[in-house]
């Protein structure tokens, strides 16, 4: 005998409870195992406090007030205290996982703090001036002020052009009326040679720290935007400015290179602890 559909709708309904009750609790237990699972791990389980000290909570307070230039209001401390023990909760269980292991992320980050430490040193303690001055006289080339030059120019959209003119120009020719059109002056007046460089290019300032001063006139030199007929009328090479001008870039300069040294030190001293075994 069938069944009738009012029959199976029945049967239905009569199975939908203890289904749903078994999918339930399917459900509680796989949580449970997924909360075993992300709590359990393997190693040592004994840092098991997290104490965030008035001190930390203060460290907290500061951080965001160099980013938001207030201090956080109490709602907002209580958030960046549960994100800060959210962070060391997972930081602890990840190096219980050995997650640090095999990372080159970390590995790189790990080093780069013990380097800051070795290089640390350097930047405590007060220098005299003697140092700093011998670090100025052993390094003129990182402090000199740039070169100034002083020039005219004539632009041409073609080297030809250019040659043309010349020939003008030593024929007496007024340099005035030579050229084609550009937005650059004809006329620099003690110009620095990284304004040269930016204006008409590295190359070009570099062929014109060559030429010789005088009414005469050189090139073709290329620039960045097409040639130049130049004539260099002064230069004035750069100089080192007293140390009392710039203390703090020769300070910051040495410490910089200390902080290398100690670094590289650091290391050696480290690494003779090893024994290193490349295979070839």
């Given at each position: 005998m069938t069944d009738s559909p009012a029959n199976w709708t029945d049967?239905?309904?009569?199975?939908?409870?203890?289904?749903?009750?078994?999918?339930?609790?399917?459900?509680?237990?796989?949580?449970?195992?997924?909360?075993?699972?992300?709590?359990?791990?393997?190693?040592?389980?004994?840092?098991?406090?997290?104490?965030?000290?008035?001190?930390?909570?203060?460290?907290?307070?500061?951080?965001?007030?160099?980013?938001?230039?207030?201090?956080?209001?109490?709602?907002?401390?209580?958030?960046?205290?549960?994100?800060?023990?959210?962070?060391e909760v997972l930081y602890r269980e990840a190096l219980r996982r050995g997650l640090d292991k095999g990372d080159p992320v970390v590995r790189k980050r790990l080093a780069q703090k013990m380097e800051a430490i070795a290089a640390s040193a350097a930047g405590t303690g007060t220098i005299d001036d003697a140092t700093l001055n011998g670090w100025l006289q052993a390094h003129p080339?990182?402090?000199?002020?740039?070169?100034?030059?002083?020039?005219?120019?004539?632009?041409?959209?073609?080297?030809?052009?250019?040659?043309?003119?010349?020939?003008l120009l030593d024929g007496g020719a007024n340099w005035t009326r030579?050229?084609?059109?550009?937005?650059?002056?004809?006329?620099?007046?003690?110009?620095?040679r990284q304004t040269v460089s930016d204006e008409m290019g590295q190359e070009f300032a570099h062929a014109l720290e060559g030429l010789a001063l005088g009414d005469a006139w050189h090139g073709p030199v290329e620039g960045a935007l097409g040639w130049h007929l130049v004539r260099l009328t002064a230069k004035q090479p750069g100089v080192i400015p007293p140390l009392a001008a710039i203390r703090s870039r020769v300070e910051d300069d040495w410490r910089a290179a200390m902080g290398r040294r100690q670094q590289d030190a650091g290391y050696q001293a480290l690494r003779d602890d090893y024994r290193i075994e490349i295979d070839r």
């Open positions: 049967r239905l309904r009569r199975w939908r409870l203890p289904v749903l009750v078994l999918v339930l609790v399917l459900l509680a237990g796989a949580a449970i195992l997924a909360a075993k699972s992300w709590r359990a791990a393997p190693g040592d389980h004994s840092s098991r406090s997290i104490h965030l000290t008035r001190s930390d909570q203060a460290q907290l307070s500061r951080e965001f007030a160099e980013v938001t230039g207030r201090p956080p209001t109490q709602a907002e401390l209580d958030t960046l205290i549960s994100r800060r023990v959210r962070e080339d990182r402090f000199a002020q740039d070169m100034k030059l002083t020039f005219d120019q004539l632009y041409f959209t073609s080297r030809s052009r250019a040659v043309v003119a010349r020939t030579v050229g084609d059109a550009i937005s650059l002056p004809a006329h620099f007046n003690g110009a620095s």
